[in-house]
């Protein structure tokens, strides 16, 4: 079956920056396109970024672009969410996910079939 397991949240200042990662299994990762999506206590699910099957294409939300980058690397069955400048307003538990389409980048999290169980990123001073 599909796992997705997220690694790398924690603690940073204002500013900081930090590495996420999930690890995939149980499909054919190179064949879907994965996202990052978070939620903060008491909003909904929100998309942060999408990357296409070859990485050719990628997509992000407009209160992280230029300050996240979303990687693959399907030898290692891996997506990664790099995020730099953070803000006390990315502070959020972080979900990777699998699309359920193979050829679009979705922001809707319904369009995502499996999810991790999340790692959590708090920004503060």
């Known amino acids: 079956q599909v796992e997705l397991v997220e690694s790398g949240g924690g603690l940073a200042q204002p500013g900081g920056s930090l590495r996420l990662s999930c690890a995939a299994s149980g499909f054919t990762f190179n064949s879907y396109p994965m996202g990052w999506f978070r939620q903060a206590p008491g909003k909904e699910r929100e998309f942060v970024a999408a990357?296409?099957?070859?990485?050719?294409?990628?997509d992000y939300a407009g209160s992280v672009r230029g300050r996240f980058i979303i990687s693959r690397d399907n030898a290692d069955n891996t997506v990664s969410l790099e995020m730099n400048s953070l803000k006390p307003e990315d502070t959020a538990l972080y979900y990777c996910?699998?699309?359920?389409?193979?050829?679009?980048?979705?922001?809707?999290?319904?369009?995502?079939?499996?999810w991790g169980q999340g790692t959590q990123v708090t920004v503060t001073s």
């Open positions: 990357i296409s099957r070859g990485s050719v294409s990628r």
């Open positions: 996910a699998k699309s359920r389409y193979r050829s679009i980048l979705p922001p809707d999290p319904r369009d995502y079939d499996s």
